[in-house]
């Protein structure tokens, strides 16, 4: 168990921090309604009863002009946030004869649980 217990704390991963930038974009339009009215109005009226004139005039001009407008802008919002992964590292020589060792002896083990086990049952 003590072999068992030391392969597992012999671990071949190690955590990395990593910065990673999130870039999110948001498009704002704004809207600009801009009306430009031009009216002009002429009357004329002239209106003499000896001789008898009369002149009646009447211009009228209207115009209306609507301009719209929009403005799109952009904004983005970079944010840096950290991310933990594991890396995985090539075990040193020591780890590596653990190892070994930690599985040459479960495998002992399990054949000397198998060999009595069968003397058992015969």
Known sequence: MVILLGCLTFGCTRKVYLPVEQ???EYRDRTALRVDT???ADTRFVY???ASVRDYRTRWRERIREVHDTL???VRDTVTRTVTVEVERKPSVWQRTA???TGLAIGMALTIA???LLKRIK
């Open 23 to 25: 870039t999110h974009t």
């Open 38 to 40: 031009v009216i002009e």
């Open 48 to 50: 003499v009863n000896g």
């Open 72 to 74: 799109l802008r952009e």
């Open 99 to 101: 190892q070994s060792a």
């Open 114 to 116: 198998a060999i009595w």
